[in-house]
């Protein structure tokens, strides 16, 4: 569903952020959710406002790789089942919750780690050690290339992938912002390789 307009979140707004007053996109059905990466607010088409906790992401070393799930459709955002085929990005159901599943690879292209999601409370759990990960997307990067887009978030980079018809990569950091000059100088060689880099990152203080 594609939203009909853009708002202030009041969450943001409490918290000194939203400067713009776009954070929150309105959608057809009355519903809103804010777009802010870690904010979590959230208007049912009833009319109720929601929040759910802030993005936090933990490391769980005991958690097994998922190896199994099947690629999903976030109609919202407008991502096709093609894209989440093309990142490996898939859903898993467990215990009542569809799970989402991101896998990260080293420069040997082998899966070392996996984020999981939970679209219910936005928490992330990091399963897989951290030694020698590339950004996630990092298998679609061709050395040469045109243009290549560096985004905070999986979904992020995946929305950007979609947005131009799945011709340019999109790659988005390990750690969020905090970890950006580790990711950048990890896969500098292939990146300037490209005729253009953007870094689109979110639109707060951390980005």
Do not use: W
Not at 118 to 141: C, R, W
């Amino acid at each position: 569903m594609a939203a009909e307009g853009k708002e202030p979140c009041p969450r943001c707004r409490a918290n000194g952020h939203d400067n713009k007053g776009d954070n929150l996109h309105r959608f057809a059905d009355g519903g809103a959710t804010c777009f802010r990466g870690g904010c979590g607010y959230y208007e049912s088409k009833d009319g109720k406002q929601r929040e759910v906790a802030p993005v936090v992401t933990t490391s769980n070393s005991n958690m097994k790789l998922n190896t199994a799930g099947l690629p999903l459709d976030l109609i919202h955002r407008k991502i096709s089942q093609a894209t989440f085929r093309d990142y490996d990005y898939v859903v898993s159901p467990s215990k009542g919750v569809d799970f989402e599943y991101a896998n990260y690879l080293n420069s040997k292209q082998e899966i070392v780690g996996q984020k999981r999601r939970n679209p219910d409370t936005k928490e992330f759990v990091y399963a897989g050690h951290t030694d020698d990960i590339q950004m996630f997307g990092s298998h679609l990067l061709r050395p040469g290339g045109p243009m290549v887009v560096v985004t905070e978030g999986e979904i992020d980079a995946m929305s950007v992938y979609e947005a131009f018809d799945r011709k340019y990569p999109a790659v988005s950091l390990t750690r969020g912002s905090a970890g950006a000059a580790k990711d950048f100088k990890a896969s500098i060689d292939i990146l300037n390789s490209f005729d253009k880099v953007i870094i689109f990152f979110d639109n707060d203080d951390a980005g």
